[in-house]
């Protein structure tokens, strides 16, 4: 890789700041936004292709052949069997603490790390995106119990509307309940499968307080 393809994969990653939420701490965040082979090379390192992976001549020992494998986020020495991520890889060969490794690669990846009140931030996005889940899962589940419970009570006042065979039986009052109700379930399942999500709660809503009644 050249240092403009470098650069570039760089402002690549830059842009596509990985902020998932579930970011607890700054490890994470600062590995999930910088490769293990960005890094390398942005320290100087001449990654060559061996197979389907890159080496490098091992920092670490006295070494003539490239023999430090560049996995996707650990590397691995086959001299001397040093192995580790990113953050390793930098505190090793900088001689710092894990802590300082981290703060050099988002400096000089020119990654912000975020503040405290950002996590918090995120902690907050998080525990709204999974009780929207939730919402949702629920709201679908209901959604099916409805729309089967719609269907089968169809199927039965068709069954019954059937069932009429003399002109004097449209007057028995189960025929006219029966069609009372089945022009009534017939609406609701017009909008289920047809209404806004406003209409759609309402009808789930409707139902099951309707079906609760019914027992
Ligand atoms: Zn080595």
């Not at 309940?177 to 909008?191: K, N, R, S, T, V």
Request: glycine share 2%; net charge neutral; with cysteine.
């Amino acid at each position: 890789m050249d240092k403009n393809t470098i650069e570039k994969s760089m402002a690549n990653k830059k842009n596509k700041l990985n902020t998932s939420y579930n970011i607890s701490n700054n490890f994470e965040y600062v590995k999930s936004n910088i490769s293990l082979l960005q890094a390398i090379e942005l320290y100087g390192f001449m990654p060559v292709k061996k197979g389907s992976h890159y080496f490098i001549v091992c920092p670490f020992h006295a070494d003539k052949n490239p023999s430090l494998a560049i996995y996707e986020d650990v590397y691995h020495c086959f001299g001397c069997q040093t192995h580790g991520d990113v953050i390793d890889f930098v505190a090793r060969y900088f001689n710092l603490t894990p802590s300082e490794a981290l703060e050099k690669l988002a400096q000089d990846f020119g990654i912000d790390l975020p503040s405290k009140k950002q996590k918090k931030k995120f902690k907050r996005q998080a525990l709204k995106t999974q009780k929207d889940d939730k919402l949702y899962k629920e709201y679908i589940r209901k959604y099916n119990e409805v729309y089967d419970y719609l269907c089968n009570l169809n199927q039965l006042y068709t069954k019954i509307k059937q069932a009429v065979e003399k002109p004097d039986d449209i007057n028995i009052p189960e025929f006219v309940e029966a069609c009372h109700m089945h022009d009534l379930i017939q609406y609701w399942i017009d909008l289920l499968l047809e209404g806004n999500i406003e209409d759609k709660i309402h009808v789930i809503k409707e139902v099951l307080d309707w079906k609760i009644k019914m027992k």
